[in-house]
């Protein structure tokens, strides 16, 4: 399948929402020893938990490059398939394709044109001077590689996003924040209604709710929705909260907070707002940092940085929730208990040991990427 031609919303494709039935979840394999600490033997034994604990509800694959293909296919179970494809890093949320689906399509069409993706441009998190590491020349070729074994139709853009900047309804809303997409390191020749009319063109949404920030500590990627605040169910969203007001996280998310009570979606609907506590702030130790091999080529793990924990990072799985455990007793249980009366029809899995993940940048969310159902 090559090139689709046209834009997906014109062409009756929308983006679904995460809790639509998935085929399949992708997740990249890790080994950048400047970023993942102990030459990512920790990271890799988290992704495992991870992935093993998805495929118990969906297909999952695993990608590696050549050097840790057969590393990885020995560490995991053999009902994941594990196929190889070279990349600089495995954010697979933000270098993987974002998919859209088109339900009722003209009765000409074939099956795969049921489905395409997204291959937006990819630029290490803001580029040469901002990114995360120097050369993403890799990453830029993972949603059109994906997109190539699974033989979906590709429309690429010339926008620079990455899929953890968005979270949509299913139902026409999308939710990101002006500190990311508005950021001069991603697309300072676009505006702010530009990117809109991109976003509504591309992913086939009526409305954008724009919250000014993400959450606080999320440096590498200038405050990605997916660390902040997500839909639930349409009209129902999740936001990380603290109660907390000597934490500086608790402005940014008593002003989310104002926001999202002030809008309604693309329906007209005005929104449920569920607080999620992030865990009790957590720094990166000494052992930590002196684990991660500090070079030239990515960004410095330094001990003592905050780091960006979040439990609305977690993963849609077919009937469950894949969700962050950060060795916080009081706040990982209330994060599941939080979790399971908001998705009463999903079992709740907690991964511990997720701290792993969240030290190099992100969480369960952002390594995943799930190819809806058709």
Not at 44 to 71: K, L, M, R, Y
Not at 138 to 160: G, N, Y
Not at 197 to 221: C, F, H, N, Q, S
Not at 273 to 302: C, N, S, W
């Amino acid at each position: 399948m090559g090139v689709e031609e046209g834009v997906p919303a014109a062409l009756g494709f929308h983006m679904p929402a995460e809790w639509e039935p998935h085929s399949h979840c992708w997740i990249g394999w890790p080994e950048r020893c400047d970023n993942w600490r102990d030459n990512a033997i920790h990271a890799q034994t988290v992704f495992t938990t991870v992935a093993s604990a998805i495929s118990a509800f969906e297909p999952v694959t695993i990608c590696a490059t050549s050097s840790q293909w057969e590393n990885a296919r020995n560490q995991l179970p053999l009902h994941i398939r594990v196929v190889e494809i070279s990349m600089n890093d495995s954010w697979f949320r933000d270098t993987g394709p974002t998919f859209v689906v088109r339900r009722n399509p003209p009765e000409s069409s074939d099956e795969h044109q049921q489905i395409a993706g997204i291959d937006w441009t990819f630029n290490s998190w803001g580029g040469v001077e901002d990114g995360c590491y120097s050369d993403w020349s890799q990453d830029t070729l993972v949603a059109r590689k994906i997109l190539e074994i699974e033989k979906i139709p590709r429309f690429p853009h010339s926008m620079v996003l990455e899929g953890g900047s968005i979270h949509v309804d299913g139902e026409g809303t999308c939710l990101t924040t002006e500190e990311c997409l508005l950021n001069k390191n991603r697309n300072p020749h676009l505006s702010k209604s530009q990117i809109e009319d991109e976003l509504k063109a591309y992913l086939g949404i009526g409305k954008v709710i724009w919250l000014p920030r993400g959450l606080y500590g999320d440096d590498d990627t200038n405050g990605h929705i997916d660390n902040m605040c997500c839909f639930v169910r349409p009209g129902v969203v999740l936001l990380s909260w603290t109660d907390d007001e000597t934490d500086p996280q608790y402005e940014r998310s008593a002003e989310a907070y104002s926001l999202l009570s002030s809008v309604t979606d693309a329906n007209n609907r005005k929104l449920e707002i569920i607080k999620l506590h992030v865990p009790d702030p957590l720094y990166m130790t000494k052992e930590e940092a002196a684990g991660v091999f500090q070079d030239d080529e990515a960004k410095p793990r330094l001990p003592g940085t905050r780091l960006a924990a979040s439990y609305v990072n977690f993963y849609i799985a077919n009937g469950a929730i894949i969700a962050p455990q950060f060795g916080d007793k009081k706040w990982d249980d209330e994060a599941v208990r939080v979790l399971s009366k908001a998705f009463p029809d999903h079992k709740v899995v907690g991964i511990e040991g997720s701290r792993e993940i969240v030290l190099a940048g992100g969480n369960i969310h952002c390594i995943t990427q799930q190819q809806p159902h058709i």
